[in-house]
């Protein structure tokens, strides 16, 4: 899996989209890819993709897994594990094969886990503000 | 059949022995061939031209990093192979294709290791080492179907081989068929915080709302934006040493 701890290491890196430059149109990239930029358009990797805390995405986004700590507007769609940081904020649709969710993040869309649908469910909210009610 | 094209800087008195040397060692070697001397009036690429149509297969140049893009340049739509003897031992071009300097650069000439690298062409002239700029007000870099918008002051850095082994950015393949567009902020290069950017294409244009940022290829030749930057059709085909980076 694509964690934090790797962002950089830069071997296995095939693109790296960096905080000083903004990316703007379709952009199909191929093996691991780190966002820390802007990116505005369509995402696409058959890699992992790790956006940064600090990347701002308004895009759909398709990859192989994912590890998301920034902001994205767009629907994520990734084939195999999604890992979402406490820092992300996500406005849009999100499908993938496994999700872990850290307490804090905030998710805006509905959540597809798995290939049947069997356990779509809605978020609309911050996930920290549940967790606050389940400490209740 | 084997030309060998000597740097106009060769006359100089100071190179004769080296220049000795290295005819005695061609002889021995069995690998002699016609000596041209490059000069302000007359064209080396007519020359190479001229001399494949009476049997020449081999090109040994005979200079510096800035005689090799040269002659190269000049030559690269003929059917030739490439061989470097370089005439000092600080050419990056040699340290990277596993060649030594002087006399002894004439075993690899011999050995005939011959490696195909692509050449790239930005606005139609050659380059086969990295093009460097410093990117103005609102430079874009167009790759395939988007662009990258670039601050001001970043150093762009497209490499198509990678001189510097240190650099774990840019890993750059010669033979890929692609380049390797290294972005960074000055000063932040080994950064914790991701401030570099790191993309690969084959297909490259620059441009920039101010159109005259010069850009430094191949270390010593500059060009001007708006440049496009596509890969060659014609390959370079050199003779390396065992000791070659790639």
């Not at chain 2, 000795?20 to 690429?45: F, M």
């Not at chain 2, 290069?189 to 850009?215: A, C, G, M, N, V």
Request: proline letters at 2%; aromatic letters at 6%.
């Amino acid at each position: 899996m694509f964690k934090k701890e790797d962002m950089h290491n830069i071997k296995d890196t095939e693109t790296i989209i960096g905080e000083s430059v903004i990316l703007e149109g379709d952009f199909n990239g191929h093996g691991n890819v780190v966002v820390e930029g802007k990116l505005n358009g369509s995402f696409s990797t058959d890699g992992h993709v790790l956006v940064g805390e600090n990347a701002e995405i308004n895009a759909n986004i398709t990859a192989k897994s994912a590890f998301i700590s920034g902001k994205i507007s767009g629907n994520i769609n990734v084939e195999e594990s999604l890992d979402i940081a406490r820092t992300a904020f996500i406005k849009g649709d999100i499908k993938a094969q496994s999700i872990a969710v850290e307490s804090g993040c905030e998710i805006n869309g509905n959540v597809k886990i798995g290939g049947l649908g069997d356990k779509q469910m809605q978020i609309n909210t911050k996930a920290r503000n549940e967790k606050k009610e389940e400490l209740e | 059949m084997y030309l060998y094209i000597y740097d106009s800087c060769l006359k100089e008195k100071k190179y004769k022995n080296l220049l000795n040397a290295i005819e005695n060692r061609t002889t021995d070697l069995d690998i002699k061939g016609k000596i041209y001397q490059l000069n302000l009036l007359k064209n080396v690429g007519n020359f190479i031209k001229e001399e494949i149509k009476k049997g020449a297969h081999t090109a040994v140049i005979v200079g510096n990093d800035k005689t090799l893009s040269h002659v190269i340049e000049s030559s690269l739509n003929q059917n030739i192979t490439f061989g470097y003897i370089p005439i000092d031992s600080k050419s990056e071009l040699a340290n990277y294709f596993g060649i030594p300097s002087g006399e002894i650069a004439c075993n690899v000439v011999s050995g005939r290791i011959i490696e195909q690298i692509d050449v790239w062409e930005i606005n139609q002239r050659i380059f086969i080492r990295e093009l460097n700029f410093v990117s103005h007000k609102n430079t874009i870099i167009k790759i395939d179907a988007f662009k990258v918008i670039i601050e001001k002051g970043d150093k762009i850095n497209i490499k198509n081989i990678n001189l510097e082994n240190n650099n774990p950015l840019c890993i750059s393949d010669p033979k890929d068929e692609k380049l390797e567009i290294c972005i960074e902020k000055p000063g932040k290069l080994f950064s914790k915080k991701s401030q570099h950017s790191l993309l690969r294409s084959k297909t490259i244009s620059i441009t920039s709302e101010d159109d005259s940022i010069p850009i430094v290829f191949d270390d010593f030749q500059t060009i001007n934006t708006p440049v496009k930057i596509d890969l060659s059709k014609n390959k370079l085909n050199i003779i390396v040493g065992g000791n070659r980076k790639f």
